[in-house]
């Protein structure tokens, strides 16, 4: 980690500094921390948004973050066939490789810093595994997968598929060049990232080095979150300490302010926070398993349509790859 970078940060455009007269700092509401689970086939994931209030996460619904494992050979795994609707999947890949196919017809490999962000929409079925060399030869893993939820009019939108390459996102810096940006959806101070979006979002990555602070100009009508992906340090004014696996909740305002620790670990050298922030839906939310509907009729729905075929098939080409979920 990281995977996307670049050897002169201060050759990026700067994120400009938010006037300390009139800039509202967002307070930290809660600090939780991740436990630990396995998804897929067994494959170890932390679940950053367990324990929080589904209001205080709007529009985001669930995100894992997927390891950071090193694998032995033949140790690599993923999921099987699975559905879902009435939401958009986002995988994003920080060191290693995974391969998704859907019966949409998208797919592909994304590796060292891709994202794929998959509309489920109306409904889909989709596959995550590892690339048979990665299962053969072992290696690290890490990433993580966000579920951003539709609104009522978008939920059965046509499914869809982006392919966001690494060196796609918008890179930028902080005025003193201490951290680097990675803006993948949404935009930060004027410099949009790649991911298009039906919910307004903002999805950055950043590497925060040691000792140094970072202060992100926020939008008010988004609420904003920041998940330490490794390292340690400070969220928000009052310094609440925070570190790998734990997700900050930061109340109303327009800045957000992290601080990484003068000494990190040496297995994580600097503080990685992956900053999120939407504009709320505010509607009913009954998500199970793999559907997030506004009803439990809805939900319902979704469970026939999927045993009665009418969320899609698996192509013709991938379906003796670990046959369809139950």
Known sequence: MPAVTVENVLALPRVSTPDPTTAQP????????APKGFEGEGFP??????????????????MDQMGEVEY??????????HPHRGFETVTYIIDGEFVHHDSNGGGGV?????????????????????PEHLVV???????FQLWVNLPRSDKF??????????????????PDGGSLLRVIAGELDGHAGPGITYT??????????????????????????????????????????????????????????????????????????LFL??????????????????????????????QAGRLGSIPAAHADVRGEAS
Do not use: C
């Open 137 to 143: 030869s072992g290696g690290l893993f890490h990433g």
């Open 72 to 81: 032995a050979p033949g140790e690599p795994k993923g999921t099987p066939w």
């Open 110 to 130: 994304i590796a060292d810093g891709d994202t794929q962000w998959m509309t489920a929409g109306s409904g889909i079925l989709h596959i995550e595994t590892p």
């Open 200 to 273: 307004p979002i903002t999805l950055v990555h950043a590497t925060v080095s040691p000792g140094a602070s970072l202060t992100l100009p926020w939008r008010k009508d988004f609420n904003a979150l920041a998940y330490t992906l490794a390292g340690k340090g400070t969220v928000g004014v009052k310094g609440r300490p925070v570190e790998l696996g734990q997700l900050a909740v930061l109340g109303a305002g327009d800045t957000i302010t992290v601080t990484a620790d003068a000494k990190q670990d040496p297995r994580h050298p600097t503080m990685d926070v």
């Open 26 to 33: 967002r307070p930290v509401v809660s600090v939780t921390t």
């Open 157 to 174: 939108a046509a499914p869809r598929y982006q392919d966001i390459r690494g060196g796609q996102v918008a890179l930028l810096t902080s």
């Open 277 to 306: 922030g939407g504009r709320p839906i505010r509607e009913p939310v009954v998500a199970y398993g793999p559907f997030v509907m506004n009803t439990k009729a809805e939900v319902m729905q979704a469970f026939e349509d999927y």
């Open 45 to 62: 994931v932390r679940r950053a948004f367990a324990g929080v209030d589904l209001r205080a996460l709007d529009p985001f619904v669930h």
